[in-house]
């Protein structure tokens, strides 16, 4: 193959990649998969797929094409029935870890992203006024708006479950250690340090959740049923108006990668502001590998980024984040990332940990 065709066999591929996508999960949102599951005698025939699905015998065959295909689903020419192939070796686990990602996709990213060059222009993530009339960043918007909230929030839940344990464990924290859990959203992270760290003879552990005071009573009330208000607190405040001190750790998890280097380093000199000489940072962010050609994630995360939650921002390499934090008056103490080699291949994020001690100035 040319050059010439290799280019444009990959245009063709980037062309076809969104109508792959919602046939694929069309399948599955229609039932077809879950009938295709379900069987145990052999095959299903079109008809008897598109009666359980309530849909049309030809539009079921129409959207079996694909799945038949990329080996998905086998199709039996003789009996004219479909059976399950591919998809039969994925478990629930698997399907749990997938499916969440493909329906954030398609009702947080798919719409706006048709604003994406627009809202790279204005530098506002457009696609959040033109469909929602909402002036402001995704994050924002899906607390006004369920199901943005319950597509994004479902993702987010199966991302934190698979990543935060892997945080906690490198976690490294000293007796009587006092953290503030910076932009701790609702407490789940202090209450997760908390029961990680608590529990290994760490003496009075105390966390501080850390966000915008709207956050305080969802917060509190998630401290008091898991029976952690002892050792878990918050207070309220905005980390670009300053940080309360008194703290020996800032934990920064999944934030940073919302904004570009300037309000990265507003962030790491507030932090800074805060800590007494010793005090630590320790951060989890998504990543992008050194060499990007490796990267998943550079598929994603800018189209994401920019054209449908903050309009800026995006991961950096891990070695970007380490000039950043000594350039803000930290010695870097550890930076390592998540090895791939170890994650299921449908993962997109890979994360790293970035920690730094503040130093005598």
């Given at each position: 193959?040319?050059?010439?065709?290799?280019?444009?066999?990959?245009f063709?591929?980037?062309?076809?990649?969104?109508?792959?996508?919602?046939?694929?999960?069309?399948?599955?949102?229609?039932?077809?998969?879950?009938?295709?599951?379900?069987?145990t005698?052999?095959?299903?025939?079109?008809?008897?797929?598109?009666?359980?699905?309530?849909?049309?015998?030809?539009?079921?065959?129409?959207?079996?094409?694909?799945?038949?295909?990329?080996?998905f689903?086998s199709?039996?020419?003789?009996?004219?029935?479909?059976?399950?192939?591919?998809?039969?070796?994925?478990?629930?686990?698997?399907?749990?870890?997938?499916?969440?990602?493909?329906?954030?996709?398609?009702?947080?990213c798919?719409?706006?992203?048709?604003?994406?060059?627009?809202?790279?222009?204005?530098?506002s993530?457009?696609g959040?006024?033109?469909?929602?009339?909402?002036?402001?960043?995704?994050?924002?918007?899906?607390?006004?708006?369920?199901?943005?909230?319950?597509?994004?929030?479902?993702m987010?839940?199966?991302?934190?479950?698979?990543?935060?344990?892997?945080?906690?464990?490198?976690?490294?924290?000293?007796?009587?250690?006092?953290?503030?859990?910076?932009?701790?959203?609702?407490?789940?992270g202090?209450?997760?340090?908390?029961?990680?760290?608590?529990?290994?003879?760490?003496?009075?552990?105390q966390?501080?959740?850390?966000?915008?005071?709207?956050?305080?009573a969802?917060?509190?009330?998630?401290?008091?049923?898991?029976?952690?208000?002892?050792?878990?607190?918050?207070?309220?405040?905005?980390v670009?108006?300053?940080?309360?001190?008194?703290?020996?750790t800032?934990?920064?998890k999944?934030?940073?990668?919302?904004?570009?280097?300037?309000?990265?380093?507003?962030?790491?000199?507030?932090?800074?502001d805060?800590?007494?000489?010793g005090?630590?940072?320790?951060?989890?962010?998504?990543?992008?590998?050194?060499?990007?050609?490796?990267?998943?994630?550079?598929?994603f995360?800018?189209?994401?980024?920019?054209?449908?939650?903050?309009?800026?921002g995006?991961?950096?390499?891990?070695?970007?984040?380490?000039?950043?934090?000594?350039?803000?008056?930290?010695?870097?103490?550890?930076?390592?990332?998540?090895?791939?080699?170890?994650?299921?291949?449908?993962?997109?994020?890979?994360?790293?940990?970035?920690c730094?001690?503040?130093?005598?100035?």
């Amino acid at each position: 193959m040319s050059s010439q065709d290799a280019v444009l066999t990959k245009f063709r591929e980037y062309t076809l990649g969104p109508l792959r996508f919602m046939n694929l999960l069309s399948c599955f949102e229609l039932g077809i998969v879950d009938s295709l599951r379900e069987d145990t005698g052999g095959g299903l025939t079109a008809g008897r797929i598109a009666e359980k699905a309530g849909v049309t015998p030809a539009a079921a065959e129409q959207l079996l094409h694909l799945l038949v295909k990329e080996d998905f689903v086998s199709f039996d020419e003789s009996a004219s029935t479909y059976a399950l192939d591919g998809l039969r070796d994925l478990t629930g686990e698997d399907l749990a870890r997938v499916i969440p990602w493909m329906n954030m996709v398609k009702e947080v990213c798919l719409r706006q992203l048709y604003h994406l060059s627009d809202s790279v222009r204005t530098g506002s993530v457009v696609g959040l006024k033109e469909l929602f009339d909402f002036d402001g960043n995704f994050y924002e918007a899906s607390t006004r708006y369920p199901e943005l909230q319950a597509s994004w929030g479902s993702m987010m839940d199966q991302v934190t479950d698979f990543i935060d344990p892997w945080f906690y464990d490198q976690l490294d924290v000293g007796k009587d250690t006092k953290i503030l859990d910076l932009a701790g959203n609702t407490g789940l992270g202090a209450i997760l340090a908390y029961r990680h760290k608590g529990a290994q003879g760490t003496g009075n552990l105390q966390v501080t959740c850390f966000d915008f005071p709207e956050k305080e009573a969802e917060a509190r009330e998630n401290f008091r049923k898991h029976g952690v208000e002892e050792h878990c607190s918050f207070v309220g405040g905005d980390v670009f108006q300053g940080l309360p001190k008194g703290y020996d750790t800032v934990m920064i998890k999944h934030f940073l990668d919302m904004f570009d280097q300037e309000n990265v380093y507003r962030i790491f000199q507030s932090v800074h502001d805060a800590l007494e000489v010793g005090g630590q940072v320790q951060v989890l962010v998504p990543i992008y590998p050194e060499d990007v050609k490796a990267s998943n994630a550079v598929d994603f995360f800018p189209a994401y980024m920019l054209g449908c939650t903050m309009a800026q921002g995006g991961p950096q390499k891990i070695s970007t984040y380490e000039q950043w934090m000594e350039a803000c008056g930290f010695k870097v103490t550890k930076a390592i990332s998540q090895d791939i080699s170890t994650m299921p291949p449908d993962v997109i994020p890979v994360h790293g940990i970035i920690c730094g001690t503040k130093m005598a100035s």
